[in-house]
């Protein structure tokens, strides 16, 4: 999925930035890839694995590339006959990295869908510690650089010439991949990548895959299910993607649910009254009056914020940023994000610059350690070199902008991925791309959110038509993915769709345990209260996953798409 600019970029930067400082004692270095599965003790009690498969699948006896794979061992040993074997995990992007979405949530993962499993993060080629990885640039700070910059972040709505910054920008980015090339980056993409996937299970010595992919994952699962019908053992595709519009390389119909996630902000903050919801007023209008106010202060008087460890300048770019990637996951940023505008009003802006996670800057530059970082760049290979090829003309980019817009007054905030690809290098395109059509050996599992903020409930039901037998789970949340609003209605139709196999009606469709605004504040034990009116004599299993749900959605961060 994608996201706005750099505070996202930054965002997602400073995420893997932290995630590799933290886990500094083990070097992927250390592990030489094989062809056979060979798993190291990694990361306290995990597993991590390098697969070697063909760089190019065209000729596979040629130069390999190497998986990076990190996972949540199973609780019963593999020959014992509960073991369930392992479920592949996508966060998508493109880009994000399966290795730190185990970092992230991988217990929490294994705990909804089960102790038989092993969760197996994977790293897609060009991303991260997978190799060939894709980078735009010679170093660390030569990156930081380039995504830091104002053409990246710059909402569209944001001045009249911004849409023209951001062709201009998007422009050099193309450039400079076609320029650092070392023969390797067309070799980036989700059919190679999905056949990657196809390796991974048969190195398990498996037939059939089984994965949940998010996002952008989506789109990978889709690409595997169209591409190897007969190899699907079980399959989720979750917070769905049109994959037809994604090859394309329009991201025209991400959008068509976005506003209604930000109106369940101001009706949720009505709701909530102002203990709860700081920027409260008793009717929406006037909170909306607020915001907007908000808007045009700053537009017009961005505000200077200084930290003990950093400092920026709170714009109207910033703020629409961060509003906006506060949809993708309201159970962990809602409240935070009432708070932030009610001290913006008052004045007082570090609470939004701390909400926009604008790091502080560390540049460790260190060559060896920056080796397998993630980066932006490989979600720009992979989305580039998948997709149609777009024009680089300004009155084109101009005309896409305004039917965006003529659909979404999000439109500002989502034109960058697919400016990144204007001047990509011609590679002969000879990648999967559709139909996404197939009568496949298992039937998939398809979840969408009533009103997911990117991938709008649309999408899951246009992707499940294509493929026989699927059924379409709703979710009526707000969020993007299931995880990113606690349910257990659904994740319990996802564990039994792994464990026993067994779908939901069609029709299904899942409400949730509580709202974005039901957290605990200081002193006050109604949350306990609702966790067991919602459990009332119900298993010590379900607790458990009740307490995995909110865990997820709380802290919920998948990276925004771009
Ligand atoms: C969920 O993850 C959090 C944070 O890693 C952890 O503290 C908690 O124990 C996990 N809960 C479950 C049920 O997996
Ligand atoms: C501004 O808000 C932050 C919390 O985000 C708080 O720590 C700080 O004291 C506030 N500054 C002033 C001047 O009130
Ligand atoms: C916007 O909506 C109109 C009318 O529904 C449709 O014809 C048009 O194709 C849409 N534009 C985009 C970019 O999806
Ligand atoms: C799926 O199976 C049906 C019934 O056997 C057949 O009519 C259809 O063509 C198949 N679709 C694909 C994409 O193979």
Redesign the pocket.
Known sequence: MVPPARLLLVLQWLLFSTASALNDEFSWHKIAPSEDLVWHECYSGQQCARLKVPLDYANPDGASAAIAMRRIHSVVPHHSPEYRGPILVNPGGPGASGVDLIQQFGDNISAVVGPEFDIVGFDPRGISRSTPRASFFENRAEQNLFWSSPGNSMAVSSSENALARKWAQGMLAGRLAAERDDGTLHFINSDYTARDMLRIMQAHGRDKIQYWGFSYGSVLGATFAAMFPDKVGRLVIDGVMDSENYYASEW??NLIDTEKVWTAFLNGCVAAGPTKCPIYSPTVAEIQTTVDDLYSSLRTRPIPVRTATSYAIVDYDLMRNTVFASLYKPYASFPTLARALADLSAGNATGLYRMSAAPEFKCSCDADEFSFENVNDGGHAVRCNDGKRISASFEDVEKHYE??L??SSWADVWMGPRLRCMTWPEFPQTNFQSPFVANTSFPLLVVGNTADPVTPLWGAKKMSQGFAGSVLLTQDSIGHCSLAAPSLCTQKHIRKYFRDGELPEAGTVCSTDGGPFDTLLEGEEEEEREAQAVLGGSSAEDRTLLEAVRALSRAWDVPLGF
């Open positions: 025209s119909k039917n965006l003529a659909n």
